[in-house]
């Protein structure tokens, strides 16, 4: 079975790895050529990855409690006339068009794809008032069997993956009683060091702050600069709100999985800790009388985190940083290895050092790069003091609308989960491998500090950024709708700071090259973790070398499938981890509760620093 297999295996699936990414290698991304014309083989192994995605895009975001109506017509649909008479009766059928998202289907033979996507555009404003911007989407779509034409609507539906860590993040925040509004003081006063005793001799690798400086050095990043300007354009101002909500929620998630992560952390013969959610979904079940489910859990989600780690925490990072990049250092474009190159030896210096070095680096790393973001965001709003409140207002009136009912609260689950799951990833569980070699007295203690990474992360950073679109009205400007259109949220934000900032496009880009460093190395330390609980303390190194390869890789792979692959790979984590959270809830309880006794008893002893 998979969580017995040996080293050597491991070495062998090392050679596999080398030689895909010897394949994946275009010779025009090398010579900075089209981007566009990527290499036969990679082309062919994207396709492969493309039905990989699909079905993971379907899974995840399958729409619950969703509506469909569809009407057909025996001729082929190619004039706005025509279009509109089958909205006029979609319409009668009941359906809500004004939140409808619309699919017309015609025949393969009457329109090559080229044709298809010219009919999608001219007839999208038609279906689309909105369009291009809006969660509401028209899309014409070719079939082989369809003689006719057939018009689809679709309204509401929840994706699956958004529906399950909402209600897991609602769950955990009733069952802790509230931990992530009554511990926040005392999370603050932990990472300060009052808690941190000098005499102690604790278990771990790493303090409260490297550790929560290495889960944020994850967490913080594109997402909070493309995800939200995105939530902002498709659900409006609303979408804040609903984004805050979720990083509320999403702290009594971080809370659970982050205190379980320290309950059943081990130490490997190497000398270096094991946790996370494949330690604890692996001996908390067993412990349970559930050992067969909880082994299956934990290697699912390791499979899962070990993609997502070389997908959306590796490559993503590599292509999307670069792509900001391009605009503002010419030699990049031309030759884009060399940012690959460039990162790959930055990468490989620090995480060939263990935790501890990823830990000393993301502590010194996080509070730049969220200072530097920040401060360009609080300038901004300090020269548009007057409008603040008006913005606020804005965002909680229009958070209850029916617009916003649909737009912004599901357009936030579904963009903002699809790029960084709610920013945070809270109910992912990627987090709580960081955490869990944390030096602490207390696995409670090191949930409470975890508590603060959602808050940091979305309540702060994110509403930072939020502000800025709305007060601005950059997702309003048609100026501005090729780059909503083309989902490009980062690209959406440069331009509203850079109308109120000329010099700020060279600020974006040092935060976004920052953000995405940070998440590399500390994504490279969850995907090593989970490579070394399936292939043994050998295979650490293995999967070092190949992390480093594939930074390379981010800069000269151009197919969007293998980029979007490892994106999935991590929303998929959270079906696995979720579940485990549940049924490990009340262990996590029951020690919460003997821990806050404690503190508000006064036996805790409080460490003052000098």
């Known amino acids: 079975m998979l969580w017995y297999i040996a080293p050597v295996p491991a070495r062998n699936l090392a050679v596999v790895f080398a030689l895909v990414c010897a394949l994946l290698s275009p010779s025009a991304a090398f010579a900075g050529g ?11 192994i994207d396709t492969g990855f493309g039905l990989v995605v699909r079905v993971l895009d379907k899974v995840l975001f399958l729409p619950l409690f969703a509506d469909s109506e569809s009407v057909s017509r025996a001729d082929v649909v190619d004039e706005v006339d025509e279009l ?61 069997t369809e003689a006719g034409s057939t018009l689809v609507g679709k309204t509401g539906g929840i994706p699956i993956i958004a529906l399950w860590l909402l209600l897991g993040a609602v769950f955990f925040t009733v069952r802790m009683n509230f931990i992530n509004l009554r511990a926040f003081g005392h999370a603050i006063a932990v990472v300060r060091g009052f808690y941190d005793n000098p005499d102690d001799d604790e278990e771990g690798e790493v303090t409260h702050f490297q550790a929560l400086a290495s889960a944020l050095s994850a967490t913080v990043g594109l997402g909070n600069i493309a995800g939200v300007a995105l939530a902002v354009a498709m659900g409006g101002p609303g979408a804040v709100f609903w984004m805050i909500v979720a990083g509320f929620l999403g702290m009594s998630s971080k809370f659970v999985e982050c205190t379980l992560a320290q309950i059943y952390r081990t130490k490997r013969p190497d000398g270096h800790v094991l946790g996370g959610p494949m330690a604890y979904l692996d001996e908390g079940l067993s412990e349970k009388g559930w050992k067969p489910l909880g082994k299956v859990l934990a290697v699912m989600f390791s499979v899962l985190c070990i993609g997502g780690s070389l997908g959306g925490g590796n490559t993503f990072q590599v292509s999307q940083s670069l792509g900001i990049l391009r605009t503002q250092i010419p030699i990049f474009d031309t030759m884009p290895w060399l940012y690959g190159l460039v990162m790959a030896v930055s990468v490989a210096v620090v995480i060939l050092g263990g935790i501890q070095r990823i830990a000393a680096t993301a502590e010194k790393i996080v509070p730049l790069m969220c200072g530097v973001y920040v401060a360009a965001c609080l300038f901004i709003l300090l020269m548009n003091a007057a409008a603040i409140p008006a913005a606020f207002g804005r965002i909680l009136s229009e958070a209850f609308t029916p617009a916003a009912g649909l737009g912004g609260f599901v357009g936030v689950l579904v963009t903002g989960i699809r790029r960084a799951v709610f920013s945070n990833e809270a109910g992912v569980g990627s987090a709580s491998i960081a955490h869990s070699a944390a030096k602490t007295e207390y696995p409670v203690r090191e949930g409470i500090v975890a508590l603060l990474e959602p808050f940091i992360d979305t309540i702060v950073v994110c509403t930072m950024t939020g502000l800025v679109i709305v007060i601005t009205g950059a997702f309003e400007d048609a100026a501005n709708f090729d780059v909503i259109a083309a989902k490009e949220g980062a690209a959406l934000t440069a331009r509203a700071m850079g109308g109120e900032i000329s010099w700020f496009p060279w600020v974006l880009t040092v935060a976004v090259v920052l953000f995405a460093y940070s998440t590399m190395i500390s994504w490279s330390y969850y995907g090593e973790r989970c490579f070394v609980y399936l292939f043994g303390d050998g295979a650490s190194t293995i999967y070092k070398i190949i992390y480093v390869v594939f930074v390379f890789l981010g800069s000269v792979i151009t197919a969007q499938n293998i980029l979007e692959y490892g994106d999935l790979m991590i929303l998929a984590m959270g079906f696995p981890n979720i579940l485990g959270l549940v049924l490990l809830s009340g262990k996590v309880k029951g020690q919460l509760d003997e821990y806050m006794g404690k503190l508000e008893s006064g036996k805790m002893k409080r460490y003052e620093k000098s």
């Open 34 to 44: 089209d981007p566009e014309k990527s290499g036969g083989v990679e082309q062919a």
């Open 84 to 144: 509109e008479e089958m909205l006029v009766d979609l319409e009668e059928t009941g359906i809500n068009l004004g939140n409808a998202s619309l699919t017309l289907t015609v025949p393969a033979e009457a329109f090559t794809e080229a044709e298809a996507e010219a009919l999608q555009a001219r007839l999208e404003l038609t279906a689309v008032p909105t369009a291009p911007k809006g969660i509401l989407t028209f899309s014409v779509v070719r079939s082989e």
